[in-house]
């Protein structure tokens, strides 16, 4: 319960502050945006998780040291999400230059299995061929050692 108000109190405070980003204000201006704008929000949420917790905290039964936990863990994590989230977000966007920050990220083609398993036939024809002539005979294949490991046999690859 604790580490999921933690983290969505943390997501709430960093989508602000990416938002306020993307406007156009600095790193710094917008993680001390999100951290006054999202202060309200963040300890309603916290508090009303404390005051749910306070009747089994103070109870004299056997889950009230798991209420106390869980109330010590809700006031760390609320301390950390306003103080110290906003500082960790203006550290990381601080270092990217804003001129090579985009709001698209441009998808990178990804080879699918087949097309790698034709470059690795490929490089293999290719290192056979360099032995057979660098030795003017054809290329034996050499036996498996046992450190070529199953994954790799299964894949076609023979230790060289």
């Known amino acids: ?20 980003l993307a406007e156009g204000a600095d790193a710094l201006t917008a993680a001390v945006d999100a951290g006054f704008g999202r202060f309200r929000p963040v300890l309603m949420t916290a508090l009303a998780m ?11 039964e056997q889950n009230a040291p798991l209420g106390r936990a869980v109330i010590g863990g809700l006031i760390c994590s609320t301390i950390a999400t306003l103080f110290f989230v906003p500082v960790v977000f203006k550290l990381v ?8 920050r985009s709001d698209t990220v441009e998808a990178q083609p990804v080879a699918s299995p087949y097309e790698r ?3 690795h036939e490929r490089r293999r024809a290719k290192r056979s061929d360099a032995v057979e002539t660098a030795t003017g ?6 036996p498996r050692s046992a450190a070529c490991s199953f994954r790799r046999r299964r894949r076609g690859h023979h230790c060289v």
């Open 1 to 20: 319960m604790c580490m999921g108000v933690a983290t969505a109190n943390s997501i709430l405070v960093v989508s602000f502050a990416r938002e306020r």
């Open 50 to 60: 404390i005051i749910g917790m306070a009747p089994m905290a103070l109870s004299a």
């Open 93 to 100: 966007h601080s270092r990217v230059p804003r001129s090579s």
């Open 117 to 119: 398993a034709d470059s």
């Open 137 to 142: 005979r054809p290329a034996a294949r050499r």
